[in-house]
């Protein structure tokens, strides 16, 4: 590079040391010197420029090869991500029928659990209404058999004092007192009995709330948000109606 630049020179200096043409703007040059500086500077050219005017003859080819490898590797790459798409779609339904398998078993061993809960309970409240409905007529059993015995009593200390007034006076208040506390007895016997009763049902009203509400809200999280907020909300008071 450095003879093609020393060449240049020297054919600038010889045209501007040539000898003008009278009249124009043109010079005479030495033929012989100019050629061979061309020829110099032909010859000191380095072959990559050759190689890059190679290029730039095949330029339109090597592009069309260039876009042609670039459309396969593109349609290539986008085969690979429709086939990547599909398998993670494919993986997905499968995940989400597995989800949903499981979801179902979980609400249907809930309702399961909650139906054996209700019939325990159940059992139970029978057994304890019936227990109570036991004790209570017990109570009353008892309550009468002492109001009878002790209006058996008064009756007897009645006739024995019949013709003592004041004890007979006496006897008549004793026997309505005995009478008082036995109804009394029966009243708070009856009292207590209904408000265990009462204690009773009240938990197992409590423990049916909190099965149902597990419930509503299994088959909630398996219809999904959408039909969940649809769904009209869940009467208590109506199921423990019907049941």
């Not at 009278?22 to 380095?46: H, N, Q, Y």
């Not at 019939?119 to 304890?128: N, S, T």
């Not at 009856?190 to 809200?217: N, P």
Request: with cysteine; net charge negative; charged share 35%.
């Amino acid at each position: 590079m450095y003879r093609v630049f020393e060449a240049l020179d020297e054919l600038v200096t010889i045209v501007e040391e040539a000898r003008g043409v009278p009249m124009t703007s043109g010079c005479v040059v030495p033929r012989g010197d100019v050629l061979e500086l061309l020829d110099d500077v032909r010859d000191a050219i380095p072959a990559e420029l050759d190689d890059a005017q190679d290029v730039l003859d095949h330029r339109d080819e090597l592009v069309g090869k260039a876009q042609h490898e670039l459309e396969a590797t593109t349609s290539k790459a986008r085969a690979e991500a429709e086939r990547m798409v599909a398998e993670a779609q494919h993986e997905a339904e499968r995940m989400l029928s597995e989800a949903r398998a499981r979801a179902e078993r979980a609400v249907a061993e809930a309702e399961d659990q909650a139906e054996r809960t209700i019939a325990a309970g159940r059992q139970e409240y029978e057994d304890l209404v019936g227990r109570a409905h036991a004790e209570a007529d017990r109570m009353v059993q008892a309550g009468r058999a002492n109001y009878e015995r002790a209006i058996e009593e008064g009756r007897a200390e009645q006739t024995r004092l019949v013709d003592q007034t004041e004890v007979v006076r006496a006897a008549h208040a004793e026997a309505a007192r005995v009478l008082e506390a036995a109804r009394s007895e029966a009243t708070r016997l009856r009292s207590e009995c209904d408000a265990y009763v009462d204690g009773k049902l009240a938990d197992f009203e409590d423990l049916l709330a909190h099965t149902l509400r597990s419930v509503g809200k299994g088959r909630s999280h398996l219809r999904g948000p959408a039909v969940a907020s649809a769904a009209a909300p869940f009467d208590y008071h109506e199921a423990n109606a019907r049941s």
